[in-house]
């Protein structure tokens, strides 16, 4: 496939603050989730790709071309950032309209592409209304809506899922795999490793302005098994419980609590089964199960370490 983003030793530094630090980076897949903790140095990234800061040092190249100041390759992007700038008593379908004025569409045009934005982004019956007067999510979705109203081939959204209800976090998911399904490719960046589970098993992680890793899900939640994975028990009977595991030479630890206890191994998969079959005898009183580590934290905290 050809690289939709390729990034060579990328850097960028304010002053001593190094905000991306010699990145290799190609984008290829059509949903990527760009992850990574606050300060990791997504948006410096991604405005880095729109062509909105220059390089300190390396190459960033977008379809094909170095973005900045490159009218050719930005009229093919779409972006949506992560902080709000509005005129506060215009109104959302105003917003939209005269920013695809300004991208260079004629008045009739521009209009017609305003509506089709804001009913992909279900704005349809505020859209008239003072931006103002809306809540967290609503700004969130026109402010998509203006980084639709283009077609664009490459999407950036940058923590699209902030302010959205549990219902709008729904419909952004399936709008984000409508659009990679229609062909565009769509760079979305979260600090919730759950937010890009429900769109995409592509995922880069990064970290103080470098990538940890890059590849599946799965790929990367499997470096947590490199690692002894933690599982708690909630039990009656925690001494008694864990008298098997602390016998296994894959269980490297065992720690006591007054609800049960936590085990670190290097079988979780052997120690899980064990645990099920535990209970389906009823034996030891285990309440209840659940993974420790699973999280992207713990991703960060193992390859950090």
């Known amino acids: 496939m050809t690289a939709i983003i390729q990034a060579q030793a990328l850097s960028k530094w304010f002053g001593e603050v190094v905000a991306v630090n010699n990145l290799d980076l190609t984008i290829e897949e059509n949903i ?5 903790p606050n300060g990791a ?9 729109l062509g909105l800061y220059k390089p300190s040092r390396g190459t960033v190249r977008v379809l094909g071309s170095e973005p900045r100041n490159n009218l050719a390759v930005l009229r093919r992007i779409g972006y949506c950032p992560e902080t709000d700038d509005f005129f506060e008593n215009a109104t959302g379908f105003e917003f939209v ?20 934005a804001c009913e992909l982004t279900r704005m349809t019956e505020r859209m008239h209304d003072p931006i103002e007067t809306y809540s967290k999510g609503m700004r969130q979705r026109i402010k998509i809506a203006q980084a639709l109203a283009a077609c664009p081939e490459l999407l950036f959204l940058d923590e699209p899922m902030n302010g959205l209800d549990p219902r709008g976090r729904d419909e952004m998911y399936a709008l984000i795999q409508t ?40 790929d990367i939640r499997n470096l947590i098994d490199a690692h002894p994975h933690a599982i708690r028990v909630q039990t009656n009977a925690p001494r008694q419980a864990a008298a098997p595991f602390i016998a296994l030479p894959a269980v490297t630890s065992v720690d006591f609590d007054e609800s049960g206890f936590v085990m670190r191994t290097r079988d979780a998969n052997a120690c899980y089964d064990m645990l099920n079959d535990m209970m389906a005898r009823g034996t030891n009183s285990i309440n209840a199960i659940e993974c420790a580590d699973d999280s992207l934290q713990s991703v960060f905290d193992y390859l950090t370490r």
């Open 32 to 36: 990527v989730g760009l992850l990574g």
């Open 41 to 49: 140095g997504k948006s410096t990234f991604i405005k880095l790709a």
């Open 97 to 116: 309209y005269y920013l695809n004025l300004y991208w260079g569409m004629g008045a009739r045009q521009a209009r017609v592409a305003a509506q089709q």
């Open 179 to 218: 659009l990679a399904k229609a062909g565009m490719t769509v760079v979305v960046s979260s600090h919730i490793l759950y937010e890009i589970e429900r769109i995409t098993d592509s995922v880069a992680l990064m970290f103080k302005g470098s990538l940890l890793a890059q590849g599946r899900v799965r």
